[in-house]
């Protein structure tokens, strides 16, 4: 860098320090750290390793720009080019519009497949806005409660090493109080408008988009991150790191009792909708002020439920987000306070047709309500009881009391659900040559089927369609006969309204590094990690809790996060007559399962995957996204499982995920119907080799993690793909071969009925296959690949490129079994390496 703009960038005071016996310069580091000098200097003083800022030529990003961070996108970008769906072919996003693309650029320079990027960049980005405004809303209301000197943490046991991640990552700051926080959301802020402009102006390449979506992604994840902080530091929300860490096998409890089932008859019921928290927090302070907690209800679906759990146990968590309309149809509510949320459904119309009363809190309106924020309370409460809909209220502490005493004044409601004669009366209108529904429907139901068999079955027969149906009204819409369908389906729900119970644990928050370390003991007798992801809506309401059982049955370590933690409580093992939550324990250990919390909780995913970069090599993660992002994409992030009805979120949330290292997995329907997937092609060498970091040696490897985004269509599919994916390119144990290689094997001729085309390629010595099946496969290796075995042992092994190597030749050539440290580009080699690339022409 120019000594001038290292002057007019570096305080001299702060540009040097010293790490031991080493002096280092922060202008070599970084290219600007005004703001963020101390948080830096503290960061290295730390929590770096003296001997690995010698070996390497480590650069920081401190509020990075998209474009800062290309250097793993591109690897990711190069390994697995988009595929685009849906294809768009006209652009109108401009006043030069129309431009029809297929017949050459645009006016403004823009081709057909960049067009295809920045249309994708553009769902990730609506993904954000929610969640974004909801965080800026938390924010700014405990700024004004606690100030901005309050501190934060994510727990008694994190310190600099492990605090928040998802933020230093990104900025490089050291966050300790809400000061901290304001910056870093305004960041972020500053950020989206930047990547929501390109997504309606870019005209850059396909990799300028993408590397944008995956900054999208990114940001979101920091934005989540913010508000976790906020909510436990703040709110109240527990923690495990604030607990013994010998405690955590069995906390939290599992002592959540949801479901529609679970709750009491006679009693008032206050629900409450969308991402905001505040209402309930407000409520609930009130309810425990007048010693009314055990005379009323409080529910909620989907994420606000699950934060509700983190600092109250009462609360009834009665499904997902996604099927919130179906629960309001069903009128189990007499007052729903309301936000906005991951999902578009039509609150007002719908609590209208059960006399629910409606407060909607966010600050932008809602079907032309007028803003009676500052009305008394009193009035609002008597408008309400006295027979208004609803009223648009945005002060969070005004809300609580009057949702309570609404609840408590209202006399009572009819019941607007189709009897049982009724409901066979309507189906008689449906047609035996239609099934318009059916071609309609997301999750491919057999609506009309199930209709029909109505006529005489009456709800039993709808039972089905109804587990798999998430209220999305499609049927409806192209319903000939104009038949009521959801009206059925609700009447149908009401129906098993008292088996509707489950048990579940509240979330516990972020994972301490102490917890990672701990666990490292454990993980050389599992398959890995799972993280499990859902919306809810998938066709089979039991699919997520079934994945979550098998993964967890077979010893691996499973988080979940979000509305998925609902889904996976509903999955009762008959045999060992419990809930999932009940069945297995909950520490960070394998053969366990832990849900995190609500959708901002997604964001310890990361964290959880990004800290083995600091506990097992030593790299701190402040401002260090390329170098903490190689290392967790090669070593140690698992595959994510996305399932059933995705929102726009979940987009970004899927894109902020690969780009720090997983692979992921979505569907069954509702994957097939994203923008944009990341596919790789196990059959062409040229993708996959690594660099040996110390020589700077290109060596090939498996295709290990051959996909980054990829969709499937059933439960099992889904299972068989997450074991083929947890084979990693370079895993250098055979003991963790043994352990990935073994279910995918199993699982796949199980489902598939044969092995997978690519088994032979993760086989670097006998002591990697599995132990049953050894003698059978080294016949193959030896009969169908050519490779010299003889009794259970491997002489020679054939290399992809035909030749026949002995075991210690393939070892040097194919792979990372000498126990060395590898790289995905030659651009994180280390000083010593990349001298020697330079000397061979290699410009680096």
């Given at each position: 860098m120019e000594e001038k703009l290292i002057k007019k960038r570096f305080d001299p005071e702060k540009r040097f320090m010293e790490l031991g016996k080493t002096k280092i310069d922060l202008a070599r580091l970084c290219r600007d750290a005004r703001g963020v000098e101390d948080d830096l200097r503290q960061a290295i003083k730390e929590d770096w390793g003296e001997a690995r800022y010698n070996d390497w030529d480590t650069r920081l990003y401190p509020f990075a720009e998209a474009s800062d961070l290309v250097v793993q996108d591109d690897v990711l970008l190069n390994n697995y080019p988009p595929l685009y769906t849906d294809i768009q072919t006209v652009c109108s996003d401009c006043d030069n519009g129309p431009c029809d693309l297929e017949n050459g650029k645009g006016l403004c320079g823009l081709d057909l497949d960049p067009f295809q990027a920045r249309l994708s960049l553009r769902v990730a980005c609506r993904g954000c806005q929610s969640q974004f405004m909801d965080t800026r809303d938390l924010l700014d209301y405990a700024i004004k409660e606690f100030g901005l000197d309050k501190e934060v943490s994510l727990g008694a046991r994190h310190d600099i090493s492990d605090q928040a991640l998802s933020i230093a990552i990104l900025t490089g700051q050291y966050v300790r109080n809400l000061s901290h926080l304001e910056r870093a959301l305004a960041y972020a802020e500053a950020q989206l408008n930047k990547l929501f402009l390109a997504s309606h102006q870019g005209t850059g390449s396909v990799f300028d988009f993408e590397n944008m979506t995956f900054h999208c992604g990114s940001v979101l994840l920091l934005v989540q991150g913010v508000s976790e902080l906020v909510k436990g530091s703040c709110f109240g929300f527990q923690r495990g790191a604030d607990r013994d860490k010998l405690e955590m096998d069995h906390w939290p409890p599992p002592n959540i009792s949801g479901g529609l089932g679970n709750i009491e008859k006679g009693k008032p019921v206050i629900a409450f909708v969308g991402d905001n928290f505040l209402p309930a927090w407000s409520a609930i302070n009130h309810l425990k002020d007048k010693g009314l907690t055990e005379r009323f209800e409080i529910c909620a679906p989907g994420p606000v439920g699950l934060d509700i759990a983190r600092f109250y146990d009462r609360v009834r968590i009665v499904g997902t987000m996604v099927n919130a309309g179906k629960w309001i149809r069903l009128g189990f509510a007499d007052v729903i306070v309301a936000s906005t949320g991951c999902s578009h459904l039509d609150i007002l119309g719908e609590a209208k047709r059960v006399e629910s009363k409606v407060i909607w809190v966010s600050p932008q309106g809602l079907g032309g309500l007028p803003d009676r924020t500052d009305s008394p309370g009193e009035e609002l409460i008597d408008d309400l009881i006295g027979g208004l809909d609803a009223v648009w209220v945005r002060d969070v502490d005004k809300v609580g009391e009057i949702a309570v005493r609404v609840a408590q004044g209202l006399k009572g409601r009819g019941n607007y659900l189709l009897s049982e004669e009724k409901v066979k009366e309507e189906a008689k209108r449906c047609r035996e040559d239609c099934d318009l529904c059916f071609n309609a429907c997301p999750n491919s139901l057999l609506i009309g089927q199930a209709v029909r068999k109505a006529r005489e079955e009456g709800l039993s027969a709808l039972t089905p369609i109804e587990k798999g149906c998430y209220f999305c009204g499609k049927c409806e819409q192209q319903c000939p006969e104009k038949i009521p369908i959801r009206d059925l389906i609700v009447a149908a729900l009401k129906k098993r309204v008292p088996d509707d119970k489950f048990i579940m644990r509240s979330g516990r928050g972020s994972v301490p590094e102490d917890e990672i370390a701990r666990s490292a003991f454990t993980l050389m007798n599992s398959p890995g990690f799972c993280w499990i992801l859902s919306c809810g809506g998938s066709k089979d309401m039991e699919d997520v809790g079934w994945l979550a059982n098998e993964f967890t049955g077979k010893g691996c370590l499973s988080l979940i996060a979000g509305c998925g933690a609902v889904e996976a409580a509903r999955y009762f093992d008959r045999e060992a007559g419990k809930f999932l939550f009940e069945k297995f324990t909950c520490e960070y250990a394998v053969k366990n399962i832990s849900s995190l919390g609500g959708c901002t909780a997604?964001?310890?995913?990361?964290?959880?995957?990004?800290?083995?970069?600091?506990?097992?090599?030593?790299?701190?993660?402040?401002?260090?996204?390329?170098?903490?992002?190689?290392?967790?994409?090669?070593?140690?992030?698992?595959?994510?499982?996305?399932?059933?009805?995705?929102?726009?979120?979940?987009?970004?949330?899927?894109?902020?995920?690969?780009?720090?290292?997983?692979?992921?997995?979505?569907?069954?329907?509702?994957?097939?119907?994203?923008?944009?997937?990341?596919?790789?092609?196990?059959?062409?060498?040229?993708?996959?080799?690594?660099?040996?970091?110390?020589?700077?040696?290109?060596?090939?490897?498996?295709?290990?993690?051959?996909?980054?985004?990829?969709?499937?269509?059933?439960?099992?599919?889904?299972?068989?793909?997450?074991?083929?994916?947890?084979?990693?390119?370079?895993?250098?144990?055979?003991?963790?071969?043994?352990?990935?290689?073994?279910?995918?094997?199993?699982?796949?001729?199980?489902?598939?009925?044969?092995?997978?085309?690519?088994?032979?390629?993760?086989?670097?010595?006998?002591?990697?296959?599995?132990?049953?099946?050894?003698?059978?496969?080294?016949?193959?290796?030896?009969?169908?690949?050519?490779?010299?075995?003889?009794?259970?042992?491997?002489?020679?092994?054939?290399?992809?490129?035909?030749?026949?190597?002995?075991?210690?030749?393939?070892?040097?050539?194919?792979?990372?079994?000498?126990?060395?440290?590898?790289?995905?580009?030659?651009?994180?080699?280390?000083?010593?390496?990349?001298?020697?690339?330079?000397k061979e022409g290699m410009k680096i």
């Open positions: 997604m964001t310890f995913l990361q964290e959880a995957s990004a800290h083995w970069a600091r506990t097992g090599v030593h790299i701190s993660h402040y401002a260090n996204w390329t170098e903490v992002a190689d290392i967790t994409h090669r070593l140690m992030a698992p595959p994510v499982i996305i399932w059933g009805r995705c929102p726009e979120r979940m987009y970004a949330v899927a894109a902020g995920l690969i780009r720090i290292g997983h692979q992921v997995i979505v569907g069954p329907n509702a994957g097939f119907a994203w923008k944009r997937y990341l596919v790789g092609n196990h059959f062409d060498r040229s993708k996959w080799y690594v660099w040996d970091t110390a020589s700077g040696r290109k060596v090939e490897t498996e295709p290990g993690q051959e996909h980054i985004l990829i969709p499937v269509e059933t439960k099992e599919e889904a299972l068989t793909v997450y074991w083929g994916l947890l084979q990693k390119p370079g895993a250098s144990v055979s003991i963790m071969r043994l352990l990935s290689l073994t279910p995918y094997i199993a699982c796949y001729e199980k489902y598939f009925g044969d092995l997978p085309d690519d088994w032979q390629w993760f086989v670097t010595t006998a002591s990697d296959l599995p132990v049953r099946q050894k003698v059978r496969l080294l016949k193959e290796l030896k009969e169908k690949w050519g490779w010299d075995t003889e009794g259970v042992t491997i002489k020679k092994a054939r290399h992809r490129d035909g030749r026949l190597l002995t075991t210690d030749e393939f070892a040097h050539e194919y792979s990372t079994h000498e126990a060395r440290f590898f790289a995905k580009t030659p651009k994180l080699v280390t000083k010593k390496a990349k001298e020697n690339l330079r």
